[in-house]
């Protein structure tokens, strides 16, 4: 028998990634209902109208549902898939703007406006788990591809979901380095260390032989320039961060670009409405070239991947956002941490690891301690807690900053924060 795989944000433009993955995988992931579910039913009936002509092409036979009813959607499902965003861009561009105003970086998943995104998500998706548990099927999945992806997977996993986090940084950085060292992309295995947007990659095996510092040494200047880092730094840590890293390592840089700059939400807007311009047509029936400009490279890939694995427990080794169970010394054994893990039916296992150098640790020791203030401030919608996360967050960290930050936070996100403003 087949599957019944639920997409919570559906309309998104994202969505052709995902299904683009489904539909290549039914020798390991027999899908006989996908439903995408949407608030927004012109935006969903243009993505639905591309997904069905993209399936029809693949040769599915299976059942392509679209609804607004969320419980539609998810009555009998196996896998909940989760890529929504409360507010929509209108929000994302307050995110990535009104920070500036204060002195610290605009970002929709870090800093002030990841923690912004974060206070409006968690509740949301929180939600949709509990719903899931009740109309689901038995041992549903509930899969998470929402940012701030970390924080949420640990809300997830601290009330006790069935619940797993994935992000594109891994698979994106394992094609890059295949490519560099000619090899296939399946012969290269990470070691891709930290929490979600705060990674590094710290060994690059191929056939288990470590080539990282073969890459440093040949590519090492490349790299570093499209990170927007000096080669210096990379040398000096011996590892490659992730692009979120840029934010910490080139604050006052990043900063003064974003005053200079349309904001990234704004390039989104633009390429989401050139998107949906070409998914309404009807002669179109494969993801368009533009698609890979809207930043989910090898989306379709890693998630359905993922999902393929859960459902067939074929023990894959993944990059996933996990509970920690001490496969990384240093944190806690209930943190989500986002490392190398075999996935089977039963979930994801994290692979042990070694620990981190003292200037990688101390930075995820900080941001797991505002990741975890920002899921109870979250949930309590309680003003010091909201406080006590903007204090730890290794992007604000000065009270003079912080307090009237949140105030224009919280004001801004209004609408979307009914804890905050109970009463």
């Known amino acids: 028998m087949g599957l019944k795989i639920a997409v919570v944000g559906g309309g998104s433009t994202y969505t052709p990634e995902l299904v683009q993955g489904f539909a290549t995988r039914e020798d390991r992931l027999p899908v006989d209902e996908l439903v995408l579910f949407d608030i927004d039913a012109e935006r969903l009936g243009v993505v639905a109208g591309l997904a069905g002509r993209m399936l029809a092409r693949a040769g599915w036979d299976g059942r392509l549902v679209q609804t607004g009813r969320r419980e539609q959607a998810i009555d009998g499902a196996d896998f909940v898939v989760v890529q929504l965003r409360v507010g929509g861009q209108a929000m994302r561009l307050v995110d990535e703007t009104l920070p500036l105003e204060f002195g610290c970086v605009g970002q929709e998943t870090t800093g002030p406006g990841g923690f912004a995104k974060a206070l409006r998500t968690v509740p949301v998706v929180l939600e949709l788990a509990t719903e899931t548990v009740r109309r689901g099927a038995p041992g549903a999945w509930f899969v998470d591809f929402t940012n701030p992806v970390g924080i949420i997977t640990q809300a997830l996993l601290d009330r006790g979901h069935r619940a797993i986090g994935l992000c594109n940084s891994a698979i994106g950085f394992q094609r890059r380095f295949a490519a560099q060292l000619e ?161 089977d039916a039963d979930g994801a296992h994290p692979l042990p690891l070694d620990p981190l150098a003292p200037e990688l640790l101390g930075l995820v020791q900080q941001a797991k301690a505002y990741e975890r203030l920002a899921v109870e401030a979250a949930v309590t919608g309680d003003r010091t807690v909201a406080l006590k996360a903007l204090l730890a967050n290794p992007l604000v960290r000065e009270y003079r900053v912080a307090a009237p930050l949140l105030d224009a936070l919280l004001q801004a996100s209004r609408p979307y924060l009914p804890r905050f403003f109970a009463g």
């Open 183 to 343: 090899v296939a992309p399946e012969r290269v295995e990470l070691e891709h260390v930290g929490l979600n947007h705060l990674t590094w990659e710290r060994a690059v095996k191929v056939d288990g032989v470590d080539r990282l510092p073969e890459l440093l040494e040949r590519h090492g200047s490349r790299l570093a320039r499209d990170l927007g880092l000096p080669l210096e730094l990379l040398q000096a840590l011996g590892v490659v961060p992730s692009t979120y890293l840029r934010y910490y390592y080139a604050t006052a840089e990043v900063l003064d670009e974003q005053r200079r700059s349309p904001s990234r939400a704004q390039q989104v807007a633009e390429i989401e409405r050139g998107l949906l311009e070409l998914y309404r047509d009807p002669g179109l029936d494969t993801k368009p070239e533009l698609l890979e400009r809207r930043g989910g490279a090898f989306y379709s890939e890693a998630a359905a991947a993922l999902i393929a694995t859960l459902h067939a427990g074929t023990g894959d080794v993944q990059v996933v956002d996990v509970r920690n169970d001490g496969a990384l010394p240093g944190l806690p054994d209930d943190a989500v941490v986002e490392v190398p893990a075999r996935i």
